[in-house]
């Protein structure tokens, strides 16, 4: 996959079901489901249903403005749900140098360990 391959990825496998996952909210425009390589004892990602031209977060333009709102809101509700009371992480990489390796849109939601700062 690169930053300007605008083919399916996985992710759309998870939308549509086809493969399974571990799905902890979902709506009409969001759907919010644990990695599969989790980094954190909490780690899961909230991506849109419709990509819309989203394989990253640097191909956001206005018409993306309210499913990004969704999406920020989404992570806060699933931090709740996770029970991360005392602090979580989200996290985009974008791009190459941002070690994103899935060209849709996601974010990460970490938690139930100590973070650390800077991250590396
Ligand atoms: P990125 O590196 O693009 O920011 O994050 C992609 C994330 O998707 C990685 O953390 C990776 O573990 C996760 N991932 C990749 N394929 C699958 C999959 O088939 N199912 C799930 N649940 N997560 C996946």
């Not at 690169?2 to 799905?23: E, G, V």
């Not at 009409?28 to 780690?43: G, M």
């Not at 990509?51 to 977060?57: F, H």
């Not at 990489?93 to 991250?119: K, T």
């Amino acid at each position: 996959a690169s930053p300007s391959d605008d083919s399916p990825t996985i992710f759309d496998k998870i939308i549509n079901k086809q493969i399974p996952a571990n799905i902890v909210y979902e709506d009409e425009h969001v759907l919010a489901f644990r990695d599969i390589s989790p980094q954190a004892p909490t780690h899961i990602l909230v991506i849109p249903k419709l990509r819309n031209g989203l394989t990253g977060i640097s191909k956001a333009e206005e018409k993306h403005f309210e499913i990004l709102g969704r999406l920020l809101y989404t992570a806060k509700i699933v931090a709740k749900q996770e029970g991360l009371d005392d602090g979580f992480r989200l996290v985009i990489n974008d791009g190459p140098s941002g070690c994103q390796s899935v060209y849709h849109l996601h974010i990460h939601l970490l938690g139930g360990r100590q973070m650390n700062w800077p991250p590396g």
